[in-house]
């Protein structure tokens, strides 16, 4: 296993158009999150996944953006009528839980510009 | 709310200097701090604290939590130009099931 992978690596779109995103978690691993870091700023929590069920959003996340982890494996995020605003690095990350040794893992991210 | 704070936000050093980076935190029932080195992708594991005043050492760098205090610091000695990244601080608190708090990060660069 290569680590948590994320594709794809850059997405350049259109204000109002809708993208996805994905991210494939390292395979024993059953906890995924998503974060949002923008330029200057450290990550921010947006959702994060136990197997398959999503156990918290932040507020940070409107209508306009849904997550999924079907199967408990990998997990999209879309983000519907995009905005400039919504430019950022997107990252992906996950652990085991529990587990004696840390295992938070980040993919190195969707980076998404809005034009 | 959980809050993480990074000071300097910036810092320009030369080769070989010494530098301490320090991250102070608020959060409801603390369990551990994390520090993570960020180069231009994913942010890659450095340290975890979960107990005061037991310096966590790796090569040049090294890190100490105090718990009384709620502040860490992390030490790079003999700083190389292959140093230069933006250095996270985060938090994980709550029961466990919460997600890591990050601080907006240092950045550090090294001129040769």
């Known amino acids: 296993d290569t680590g948590v992978s994320q594709d794809p690596r850059h997405k350049i779109t259109k204000r109002g158009q809708n993208v996805t995103f994905r991210c494939d978690p390292i395979s024993e691993h059953n906890r995924l999150y998503w974060y949002r870091q923008t330029l200057g700023q450290g990550p921010e929590f947006l959702t994060y996944f136990q197997n398959e069920a999503q156990l918290e959003k932040s507020r940070l996340l409107s209508d306009r953006f849904s997550a999924e982890r079907p199967k408990g494996s990998f997990s999209t995020l879309e983000i519907q009528r995009t905005e400039q605003g919504d430019s950022a690095m997107y990252l992906c990350a996950s652990s085991l839980v529990p587990s004696q040794n840390y295992g938070y893992t980040f993919g190195s991210g969707t980076r998404l510009t809005v034009v | ?112």
């Open chain 2, 1 to 112: 709310e959980d809050k993480v704070v990074q000071s300097p936000l910036s810092l320009v050093v030369h080769e070989g200097d010494t530098v301490t980076l320090n991250c102070s935190y608020e959060v409801t029932n603390f369990r551990s701090l994390l520090w993570y080195k960020q180069e231009k992708k994913a942010p890659t594991f450095l340290f975890m604290l979960t107990s005061s005043g037991i310096e966590k050492k790796s090569g040049r760098l090294s890190s100490i939590l105090d718990k009384k205090e709620l502040f860490s610091i992390l030490n790079i000695t003999a700083t190389q130009t292959g140093d230069s990244a933006v250095y996270l601080c985060a938090v994980e608190a709550g029961s466990g099931n919460t997600p890591l708090v990050f601080g907006k990060g240092t950045r550090l660069s090294v001129i040769a």
